[in-house]
């Protein structure tokens, strides 16, 4: 907010500009980082020494520290990760040219209307000398970009309809083709942005003050919100009805969770379920993951600017609507560990232990605590979440009880997991608050985190079992 100032008699505002220059001053229009997570929780100046230094290194490098990056610093071991990561995808040597890889950034984030990551590259993409041509449609790009649509579009919304036809039209079009090498780095940046549009909208993530929608040169309105987030649920005014209503089932959520946590383990040291019934368990938790609806389940019109980048409004549909049957993916026969990893290592050096490092530590990382409750092993409930967002893909672990889903995850636990993976754009504040009540927003991101990387790697086991297929 501008503050106005008087100096000889003159008001000034903070700038020091006489407001009668006619200077427009913008002003942010959110509070601080995340419409989801109140700023004071994340405040750069209050980070240990670690995290600090991790700030330090990603502005040298990028020129900026954004909002995911803020966000992300609660888990600064994952952050560090992630940005060894994204910085050796984006400016380190690569099989493609720097302004292929923000153009296939902008491709990706466009899908989920993505807006904050598709601004993010555009203006990356202009600096390191893209075409600004490219920018007015995916059809003013090079034909080999456009023939990158498809698999896009595909991988974004319905990974399991991915098959070695669709490789080989990339790498065998006549004079538009893609070598493997290139076709692995594209692969990788296209599920690193989709994955990170479901992060970006489920943390609430907002744009910098410098950026495109991240400021407003009117004067401040009493609300503090604008009609936008009235209509998606964003607004900061509460909802008293549901909080009075919810109080009681609220107050012991924590308690009753780490109780069935207790008896899941004893359950499984008592006994184990037999091969057929494991896999009519996975059968029913699939089913049942497709009658949970997303946050106003139809189809969302994109805005023009973000859709001019893609052709169609093609999103995510449940495996067996409209009578589509997609067989089950089963990790025994294809995984991360033993087929993708060294399939990605081979064809573009480092970046399958990159990946590896990453996913590792999304899975695994653990302050063992779940709200003020300390030394708790919470290794079953991340086990949950990780398999369930695979279930809904389609993926399957034999050696998994999926009826352990139904006790760990609550309903309204659902509903976010299956929007902000599946329809990210979807995500409301609502939503957000809806679902682990008494738990840190530090938890809740941590939450994002592994949603994030379990869909990514579930997209990058389709993509790269059909590039298997192609090659043998």
Known sequence: MVRASS??????CNWGFPPDLGIRIPRPLGNGPSRFIPEKEIQVSKVDPRTQSIFEDAFAALGRLDNISLVMGFHPQYLENFLKTQHYLLQMDGPLSLHYRHYIGI???ARHQCSYLVNLHVNDFVQVGGDPKWLNGLEGAPKKLQALGELNKILAHRPWLLTKAHIENLLKAEEH???LAELIHAVVLLTHY???ASFTFGCGITPEIHSDGGHTFRPPSLSQYCVCDIANGNGHGNHPEEKLGNHQEVSGEVEVLMERMKQLQECRDEEEASQEEMATRFEREKTESMLVATAEDDECVPSRDVSRHFEDPYGYKDFSRRGEHVPTFRVQDYSWEDHGYSLVNRLYPDVGQLLDDKFQMAYNLTYNT???HKDVD???????IWN?????FGIRYDDYDYGEINQLLDRSFKVYIKTMVCSPEKTTKRMYESFWRQFQHSEKVHVNLLLMEARMQAELLYALRAITRYMT
């Open 378 to 384: 919470t290794s079953m409930l991340r086990r949950a």
């Open 107 to 109: 491709m990706a984030a």
């Open 194 to 196: 989709h994955s990170l």
């Open 370 to 372: 779940m709200a003020t």
């Open 177 to 179: 083709s893609w070598s």
């Open 388 to 392: 369930y967002i695979h279930c809904m």
């Open 7 to 12: 100096q000889n008699g003159t008001k000034t």
